[in-house]
Structure formats: structure tokens, C-alpha cells
């Protein structure tokens, strides 16, 4: 069975809270650092999973006067804060396992064992609810939290098995700081992932120059200029371009502007804005020249 993002995090959300309240109940009896420091992350996961929930909702809201674009950037601020509060949550295992690494605390196995396995087999379900595919950053960055709760569950139960087995009680920091390498690599990611989007660089997969060059291959274009390729939100794209035509009937422009827009669409590209001229213009330059239109808006 399909089920909507706002469902996937709903459901994610009620295990999170189980898990966390098991996962800290555990490491204050067992003084676990890698699983008081999974708990954290399942914490911070359930603010973010929130966050996620609500952008979901206010993404599907219809443009307006207000977002003539829509909700979309909603669901890209929702992902850069959860990525920010990731990387913010691996410093803080860090620094906690530098304390630890100094001087390890006794741990109890016995009890950080089974719970770590009980957050492990959870954390397993939600990644599963989420899935893997994902057309929606918002819900991607979801994701790499859950899934750096799984990875960080197992940590503590292969730490749990070489504690119990060797008495070796630095493996405790060491298995967190692992997790949180994993944490931060995911953070980063999505970091990244979410300015590029708020920056309005060329979306990944898209270049410029060869897309202007098939443009130009269209009969009865002459050239092309201004050319800008953006995100909206995540996965939709949107163009805008200048394109030089022959001398012709506003019918005959009409169909090249369509065959422009099935060539976008084949590509990926379903929100194009393309403005027809008949003068070929003196910056014939693809990429617009901001500097110049800026001189020109003074006179």
C-alpha cells in the first residue's frame, strides 16, 4: 500500500517517540554513551520529523498572491534546518565521547544491549515506511535522520557485544564517534543539497549550454539569450529564455514556442517562460548581463 508523505511521517513519528523514551530509560540505567547518544538523536529526530510533517502540509497548499510560486521552498527551509540540526547533533557526540574517551564509565551491557536492539529493529520499520526513492528533499532529509538512527543502533549493539565479550569500555566513544561521522555526512548532504536550491543554481542534471544549443536546432529560431534555469522546489524546474525568431506571424511563433516547451518537458523541465523576439539582440550571450541591465534601468 501507497501512502502519502504526510502518513509516512505520522506514522514515523508515533515509533520515534517509543523508541526515544526506551532508548533513554536504557542508557541512564546501563551509562551508555552511544546509547544515551542514539536517544539524542531520536529526540532531535522527533522535533524534525515534526518540522517535516507540517512543511508537508503547508506544501500542498495552492499558489497564491502571497506565493504566486507555491509552498514549495517550505519543504527546502524545513530540510536545511533538519540538516543543520544534524550536523549540530554529531558535534555534540563528539565532544560527550572525547569526555568518555578520557574516562570510560562502567556500562551495562545487559540492559544496553536489548534496548539498543529494540531501537535498532524500530529504526529498521521507519526507514522502511520513508523508503529510499524520494522526489522530496523535505522527506529525504527525514530520512537520513531515521536512517542515521539505524546505523547508530547497530553501532551500540556491536558495541554492547565487544563490551560484553573483552571489557574494552572505550569501544563505547569510539562506536559514537562513528555514529556521528555517519550523522554528519548526511547533515552535510542535505545542507548542501537545500542551498543550492535556495541559491538558484542549475538544478544537478541540467546543462545550460547543451540545452540551448537543441533549443537552437528548432527551425525558424535564430538565437537565444538569457537564458535561466532554477528549482522551485525540489525536483521541479523551472526555465526562462529570450529566443530570437524570424520575421513571422504570431501564429507561426506560437508553434515554435511549443515545440520549446516540448523539448523542456522531454528533459524534465514542465514550467518554462519563453519570451519571442524579432531583433536579434546586441548581447547575444546566453547568460544574462546583469550588470548591463542594471546601467540601462538608470537612463
Given amino acids: 500500500m501507497e501512502y502519502s508523505s504526510t502518513k509516512k511521517l505520522t506514522l514515523t513519528l508515533g515509533i520515534t517517540f517509543f523508541i526515544f523514551i526506551a532508548e533513554l530509560i536504557g542508557g541512564i540505567i546501563s551509562n551508555s554513551l552511544a546509547l544515551l547518544s542514539d536517544a539524542g538523536h531520536v529526540f532531535t529526530d522527533s522535533f524534525a520529523i515534526i518540522l517535516s510533517l ?22 527546502i527551509l524545513a530540510a536545511f534546518i533538519n540538516g543543520v540540526s544534524l550536523i549540530v547533533i554529531a558535534g555534540l557526540i563528539f ?6 574517551l578520557i574516562n570510560p564509565p562502567h556500562i551495562d551491557f545487559n540492559i544496553m544491549l536489548p534496548v539498543a536492539f529494540f531501537g535498532f529493529i524500530g529504526n529498521l520499520v521507519m526507514a522502511w515506511i520513508l523508503g529510499h526513492k524520494h522526489e522530496d528533499l523535505n522527506i529525504k532529509s527525514a530520512w537520513l535522520h531515521v536512517l542515521g538512527d539505524t546505523v547508530s543502533s547497530a553501532g551500540v549493539i556491536i558495541a554492547g557485544l565487544i563490551i560484553k565479550f573483552t571489557g574494552w569500555l572505550i569501544v563505547d566513544p569510539l562506536i559514537s564517534w562513528f555514529v556521528g561521522f555517519i550523522i554528519i555526512l548526511g547533515g552535510i548532504r542535505v545542507v548542501k543539497d537545500s542551498l543550492w536550491i535556495f541559491l538558484d543554481f542549475v538544478p544537478k542534471g541540467f546543462d545550460i549550454e547543451t540545452i540551448s544549443d537543441e533549443i537552437r536546432k528548432i527551425k525558424g529560431i535564430i538565437d537565444i539569450h538569457d537564458v535561466h534555469i532554477w528549482s522551485i522546489g525540489y525536483g521541479v524546474t523551472a526555465f526562462s529564455a529570450h529566443v530570437v525568431v524570424d520575421n513571422c506571424l504570431l501564429s507561426e511563433a506560437d508553434i515554435i514556442r511549443k515545440q520549446i516547451e516540448n523539448k523542456l518537458t522531454n528533459i524534465g523541465i514542465k514550467h518554462s517562460v519563453i519570451q519571442i523576439e524579432c531583433i536579434r539582440c546586441e548581447n547575444s550571450s546566453i547568460y544574462c548581463d546583469h550588470k548591463k541591465s542594471m546601467n540601462h534601468g538608470h537612463h
Avoid at 507540517?54 to 506544501?59: D, H, K, N, Y
Avoid at 565532544?95 to 568518555?100: A, I, K, L, T
Fill in 54 to 75: 507540517l512543511a508537508s502540509i503547508i506544501v500542498r497548499k495552492p499558489s497564491g498572491k502571497k506565493a504566486t510560486y507555491g509552498y514549495h521552498k517550505i519543504g
Fill in 95 to 100: 565532544f560527550e565521547g572525547y569526555r568518555r
